[in-house]
């Protein structure tokens, strides 16, 4: 009888990997990062909270905004919504959502699999203060069903993000 930890890796074995996840392992190779992945989706910040047993707050949503025609990421906290008025008050621009398109050209990664860095070229990104208050996020990996776990601190440095409220 297989023992539940030989199970699970199994099944996860027999998971079918993205493309994206590959293309996030490749450019996150070195930065000594577990990337885990799921079955379920873990598209939405809910779905993600669920998979890994974390709290809603500890998700981060890779969300790109074109400020004055520019992308901008911004690593909202999963239960936070980006008031984007205040925000592009905050950075003296005009903020608009980017749409699926903008998005997969600027990140390389389909909306629900944005990982927070490792885009084809570096973008512009504002981190969510709220995650300061946590020891451990969850952010994408290149999939909706692939996450990886990192700090704030270190998420801040690899991703080169200012820490700002979005909310």
Do not use: C, Y
Not at 39 to 55: C, I, K, L, W
Not at 58 to 76: G, Q, R, T, Y
């Amino acid at each position: 009888m297989k023992s539940l930890l030989t199970r699970t890796l199994l099944k996860l074995e027999s998971v079918p990997v993205a493309k994206g996840v590959d293309r996030f392992r490749a450019r996150a190779q070195g930065l000594d990062l577990t990337i885990i992945e799921h079955e379920s989706s873990t598209h939405t910040a809910q779905e993600a909270a669920d998979a890994v047993g974390a709290p809603v707050g500890a998700i981060v949503k890779s969300l790109l905004f074109l400020a004055d025609e520019s992308p901008l990421l911004v690593l909202a906290s999963g239960p936070n919504r980006v008031d984007s008025e205040a925000l592009g008050l905050r950075l003296g621009v005009s903020l608009r959502m980017a749409d699926a398109d903008t998005v997969k050209e600027a990140t390389g990664f389909s909306i629900g699999g944005v990982p927070p860095f490792g885009h084809p070229r570096a973008l512009d990104t504002v981190m969510d203060e709220d995650f300061f208050e946590l020891e451990q996020l969850w952010a994408a990996a290149g999939s909706a069903t692939a996450v990886f776990a990192i700090s704030p601190q270190r998420l801040q440095e690899l991703s080169g993000a200012r820490v700002l409220r979005i909310t």
